[in-house]
């Protein structure tokens, strides 16, 4: 089974609210600080709806037999279109286990929000049986299904005020949590022009996300002990061996417990 763990990184799309909310003449800043502060009034928050967030890095871990690769999709000049076709495109090659935490709240959403955008083949990930019959009955956009796994949605029994951080278990689980951005810090690193930052956080809550999954593999049956700690073992050792600082950082504060 090819297993395909994912997650994105968003700032605000200043265009897109520019047009919404006859914000011409401003700055970009200016722009995001009118769009916080409005939904600051609506909602006490200043989490954006779904459709004004412009994703500008989709991380990935694909597992594949003897195949395990963690990258982020494009590069630090893709677009936002660029990265969606990739990220079809992928599901398009290995239609994969999806595995995500909080992606049926938030990742799937804006991605099928933001495709609506662009001229994007998108065929496999809508595919529900019409032309590949083993998608009629499980397929990625069903919550009922299981060709994705949302990790937060099914922990918390699907009960929202059930549902916690991906920071949070990881940390009790002995996992590094994050060691990089915090929430809003993202945009003031996009604006300071540091796009690999943000890039190699997607990356480390990837590598969170597929850490707790292996773990509830382990809680359900489908791992035992030993199998469990030869591929977080794995894991490790792919740490090790690469190059790149925010990996091997990742490594380094991994908890045994």
Same mark, same amino acid.
Request: proline share 3%.
């Given at each position: ?15 897109? =609210?520019?047009? *919404?909310?006859?914000?011409?003449? *401003? ?10 502060? *409005? ?5 006490? =928050?200043?989490?954006? $709806? ?18 395990? @690769?963690?990258?982020? *999709? ?29 992606? =049926? ?17 998108? $065929?496999?990930?809508?595919? =529900?049986? $019409?032309?590949?019959?083993? !998608? ?38 002995? !996992? ?7 929430? @809003? ?13 943000? $890039? ?58």
């Amino acid at each position: 089974m090819n297993v395909l763990v994912f997650d994105i990184e968003t700032i605000p799309d200043i265009d897109g =609210s520019r047009r *919404l909310y006859d914000l011409h003449g *401003l700055s970009d800043e200016d722009v995001a600080r009118a769009v916080f502060h *409005l939904r600051r009034q609506q909602a006490n =928050s200043e989490t954006l $709806r779904h459709h004004l967030h412009r994703i500008v890095a989709i991380s990935a871990l694909l597992v594949s037999g003897d195949n395990f @690769k963690l990258w982020s *999709l494009g590069d630090e000049d893709s677009s936002e279109q660029d990265l969606l076709q990739r990220f079809y495109a992928g599901l398009e090659r290995y239609s994969p286990q999806l595995v995500s935490w909080n992606g =049926s709240g938030f990742g799937l959403p804006v991605i099928q929000y933001r495709s609506l955008l662009y001229p994007l083949n998108a $065929r496999r990930y809508w595919e =529900s049986g $019409r032309d590949d019959s083993e !998608f009629h009955d499980n397929n990625y956009p069903s919550r009922f299904h299981q060709r994705h796994t949302d990790l937060m949605d099914v922990l918390s029994a699907y009960q929202p005020q059930a549902s916690i951080s991906l920071q949070e278990i990881a940390c009790l689980c002995g !996992f590094p949590g994050n060691i990089g951005l915090h929430g @809003k810090r993202v945009w003031e690193t996009w604006l300071s022009g540091d796009i690999q930052t943000i $890039r190699n956080d997607c990356e480390t809550r990837v590598l969170n996300t597929y850490l707790v999954y292996l773990n509830w593999e382990r809680n359900r049956g489908n791992l035992d002990q030993q199998q469990y700690i030869a591929l977080c073992q794995r894991v490790r050792d792919e740490l090790k061996n690469s190059s790149r600082a925010h990996l091997i950082q990742f490594e380094t504060n991994w908890i045994d417990l």
